[in-house]
């Protein structure tokens, strides 16, 4: 009697003796990998600041009142200058607060350029209240040039030459009572002259005053 088949058909063949199974395909995933993407580029620096003349019917009177007293009116993202000669610039602080309203001192700074003749950029900010504006004095002088205090035109000059005076060694001829306000009065140097690093501090100070070797 013939063998009797299953039900739902025959018997699914066996694979010849001494095959195995083979071995599932290797999925899409396990491809060549692509390379990591590469660092990002570090940011450019930023452009060296490009300053357009200024002009304007306040830049125009200092020009007419001053003359060659004044090297140029610019502007640069909105902030407006006049560069003047060092000798120019009390009066031209004056003219602004009692003819163009800008009758409070903002601040008094500066820069220090040490490889440049004229060492320092001293800058004077003043706003008016009524225009909604500042400008901007800006005066080069050399290291050792003692440029007339702004104090006899705004009384808040005293404290702001101070902090100028302490942190550049900048001398105001004729301030009232210039003496550091930040550093203590015995400090040696002047911080923030770019050839004063950090770790040029005052150590003897530092030595006798926090009886530390240093502050670093």
Known sequence: ????????????????????????????????????????????PPATMAATPWDSALARSVKERFGDGILATSTYLGQDFVVTKPDSAMPVLEY????????????????????????????????????????????????GFEPRTATGVHLTANWLEREVFDMFGIRFAGHPDLRRILMPEDWQGYPLRKDYGILQQDVRWVQENLGIESGQ
């Open 1 to 44: 009697m013939a063998d009797e088949q299953k039900p739902g058909g025959s018997e699914a063949p066996s694979p010849p003796a001494g095959e195995g199974a083979k071995p599932p395909a290797k999925p899409a995933a396990d491809a060549a990998k692509p390379p990591p993407p590469k660092p990002a580029a570090p940011p450019k």
């Open 96 to 143: 602004l607060k009692l003819d163009a309203d800008f009758d409070y001192l903002v601040d008094i700074t500066a820069v220090d350029w040490p490889k440049r003749a004229e060492r320092f950029d001293l800058v004077y900010i003043v706003y008016s209240f009524p225009h909604n504006q500042r400008v901007r004095i800006k005066v080069q002088i050399a290291d």
